[in-house]
């Protein structure tokens, strides 16, 4: 739809929608105003702009976040990023199960294995999930399962902090026959029963759920694990093109405390991965602080001490067309 029409429909249905509660008068008012900004709008989004303050409020983000990410990022990339985060996020999909060819699903050339979804298309693709063959997930959430699996080849996988369980059915989907299970780890409650129901769908025979504290595992009752995975509670920051509201519930203290949180995981995670095996940290953030701040800080302190990095990786939205994260591959050395 061009912009013309499409701004002559938002107006209509905003004074249509203000018609029924204000009075006659208050209605023409609004009518005459955004008719006139509508007008006026692509010469408004042709203006550039650059300092916090005017980016903030011509991308509708608090102005704080505004202010770190272009002390983080720069002005180019931050704009860019903005400009992400205000226009219509896609919906992507990969097979689980028996692949199939289906007119609604566009493959991915630069993601292999992933899908985007036509609009419009989800009844007739839903059978399918239902059926525990396609699995709706962001192409970004693959990046830190396939660094685990092409990291370690054989043994015992845990996922830290796993519902709705995604990683964990590819982690299973990737691996091959050497690896005999993987222990799906997250809190009790709404989010644990949907990965369990995950689970039961897609037949994962090799993944066990596991209802438990992350801080409270130990390797005395679990055992150590040849490969395992922390995908850290976090900002949120990489994701807000389809969760528009994570931007207004973050404070700068918020934010600190989601910091502290990821370095207390991440230490925890380390005491239960076997000598010589694999630990990947990653967050759905493009935040410095949450991805490169938390694994130095950890390298450098005594629980960090037997691990080196072995590779990194990074997905920006703007520039990769998916959600952003943040990934770190460390190996525990064997002595």
Known sequence: MEQPERSAKIVHNAVSQIGGRYSKAEKGLANAVLRKVAKRLPELLAMEVSSPEDLAWRYSHPQWLVSR????????????????????????????????????LTPLEERPGFFS??????????????????????????????????????????????????KSLLMEKLAGAGVDEI?????????????VGNFERYE?????????????LSAE??????????????????????????????????????????GKLLAAASKLVKPGGSLVYSTCSIDDEENAGVVDAFLQSEA????????????LPWRDRMDGAGVFLLRKRLA
């Open 304 to 315: 960090g001490t037997c691990f080196m990095l072995e590779r990194s990786e990074r997905s």
């Open 221 to 262: 009752s679990r055992g150590l694990f040849d490969g395992v995975l922390l995908d850290a509670p976090c900002s949120n920051s990489g994701v807000l093109q389809h969760k528009i509201d994570a931007r207004w519930r973050q404070t700068p203290e918020s934010l600190r405390s989601i910091v502290s949180l990821q």
């Open 117 to 166: 979804l036509e609009s419009g298309a989800w009844e007739k693709i839903s059978s399918y999930i239902e059926a525990g063959r396609l699995y709706v997930q962001n192409p970004a959430a693959s990046i830190a399962p396939r660094l685990l699996v092409e990291s370690v080849r054989v043994g015992r996988f845990l996922d830290l902090c796993a519902a709705p369980g995604g």
């Open 69 to 104: 990410w272009l002390e983080q990022m720069g002005l180019e990339a931050t704009r860019a990023f903005l400009r992400w985060n205000q226009s219509e996020a896609g919906v992507f999909a990969r097979w689980q199960g028996e692949p199939d060819v289906l007119p609604e």
């Open 204 to 216: 994962a025979k090799r993944i066990k759920p596991l209802a438990a504290d992350v801080f409270e």
């Open 183 to 195: 222990v799906s780890v997250d809190l009790a409650g709404p989010r644990y029963q949907k990965m």
